[in-house]
């Protein structure tokens, strides 16, 4: 098998989300490295909307607002945090209650509508760590296509997305002894992990059905969707949950 | 490199399954130093190297900050323009459990973060990252060029990857360079 010529890649990195962000972006006849490299900054860009919309740890965020308000209020939320709250509303219900936003506080006791978020149950706070860094990954990849690149990737700590001709070799990170495997490869689609053993930062950790497993990874077409269905798969212990087939996903434990 | 055989087929192409081979050490160099300085302060036509040396009683006044300073002596590259200072680029780095990592952090006049970039990742096959002659075999590649990557494209998927020894390590630097500043060092 004759090699082909290999394209120019520019990579980026930087800590963003609680994590490393990662961008890279395949070379192209009409911009150079240095026009790459400033490209990435769009990926950057869109990463950090989502995170001040997001993060429980922003006091001017919506969640944050969201859950320093009382019962019976309700707050305007950027676009970004409507899009994830709605995603999450259908993950809750599709999952039957497993995928909940809410750890548990009060899974129902929020609602939104339009831009619209409503308090209902005064226990009710919102965590998106589960959902809010695939989202992120690909508002950052919308935002990469939208300025006419063509291909490359976004890896935030392990939700990753590809994008055009970019085929990217997966190494899944060994948490307990360090290194990494080799796993797969990555074409126009997203992937991720999580950890569901004890101690792990995963707040679905309390799951009924672990067994030796304490991975599950999940390729799905968007990076929203495999972030939140490797929680689904990690709190039900099936690897085979239904939601994957609807969603054009597939889990792994491991 | 694979090509998706048809565009119309499934999105995700995986291919095999979880392979339990042994675990392999993983690397990516970003940017050298002075491509980071140049991607921080665009604007800048030169960089000057400073070495920043703290006396103890400079030490302790950073501590009582609640910064852990690591070490009296600091390379603080000055951004510059038509020789007036625009900013600072400092370079460090900082291990996690398995993982080595470079960056940069550029700190503005106004003494705030201007931006980070990541140098260089390394993730370790284990334990040996704690040792220091692992660690040595990559004094000084922060200065010189980088591997640029070329069909090995290859990306992690973990589940704890934490960046906040990063984030600790930048605070640091965001005091090392007020206090620089404050007792005249960086001119």
Redesign the interface.
């Known amino acids: 098998m004759s090699a082909p010529a290999s394209p120019r890649v520019v990579r980026r990195a930087r800590p963003l989300l609680g994590t490393l962000v990662e961008v890279g972006l395949l070379g192209e006849a009409a911009r150079d490295d240095g026009a790459l490299l400033a490209a990435c900054e769009l990926a950057f860009d869109a990463i950090a909307v989502v995170q001040r919309c997001l993060s429980r740890f922003d006091d001017a965020s919506d969640i944050a607002r969201f859950n320093a308000m009382a019962a019976g209020a309700w707050l305007d939320v950027q676009p970004d945090t409507a899009i994830v709250l709605s995603a999450a509303r259908r993950l809750l219900i599709d999952s039957d209650g497993v995928f909940d936003v809410s750890l548990g506080s009060a899974p129902t006791g929020w609602i939104v509508r339009e831009q619209r978020l409503h308090k209902l149950h005064a226990d009710a706070r919102l965590d998106l760590g589960g959902i809010g860094k695939g989202h992120a990954v690909d508002r950052a990849v919308q935002a990469l296509r939208g300025s006419g690149l063509a291909a490359g990737w976004v890896n935030a700590g392990g939700d990753l997305r590809s994008f055009g001709a970019a085929v990217v070799e997966l190494k899944l990170r060994d948490e307990q002894r360090g290194g990494v495997v080799d796993f797969g490869r990555l074409h126009d689609g997203a992937f991720a992990t999580s950890c569901f053993a004890a101690g792990a930062r995963s707040r679905l950790s309390a799951s009924q059905n672990v067994s030796t497993h304490s991975h599950v990874s999940v390729a799905a077409p968007s990076c929203l969707l495999a972030d939140a269905l490797t929680k689904v798969v990690a709190a039900s212990g099936d690897a085979a949950h239904p939601l994957l087939a609807r969603a054009n996903a597939r889990a792994w434990l491991h | ?4 055989a048809d565009a119309s087929s ?17 690397a ?1 160099d ?2 050298s130093a002075d ?1 980071a300085a140049k ?1 921080m302060f665009p604007q800048a036509d030169r960089f000057e190297a400073r070495t920043v040396a703290f006396d103890a009683e400079q030490l302790q006044r950073l501590q009582a900050a609640g910064v852990l300073p690591r070490s009296a002596r600091w390379q603080v590259r000055v951004a510059l323009r038509d020789g007036a200072t625009l900013g600072y680029v400092v370079v460090d780095d900082v291990i996690g ?2 993982e080595l ?1 470079s ?1 940069a952090v550029g700190v503005g006049v106004d003494g705030a973060v201007r931006q ?3 140098l260089s ?1 390394r ?5 040996e ?1 704690r040792l220091p002659a692992w660690r040595r075999q990559f004094v000084g590649k922060d200065a010189s060029a980088p591997l ?17 020894h ?2 600790e390590g ?1 605070r640091r630097i965001v005091a090392v360079i007020g206090l620089a500043r404050q007792v005249g060092a960086l001119g």
């Not at chain 2, 640029?148 to 906040?164: E, K, P």
Request: proline share 2%; glycine share 4%.
């Open positions: 490199m694979d090509r998706a499934l999105v995700v192409t995986l291919v095999t399954a979880v392979a339990l081979a042994p675990t392999s050490a993983f990516v970003y940017l491509e991607l459990k398995f990592i960056y980070i970039e990541v990742y993730e370790s096959h284990g334990a990252i640029r990557v070329g069909d090995d494209i290859a990306n992690i998927s973990g589940a704890t990857l934490s960046c906040s990063v984030t930048v």
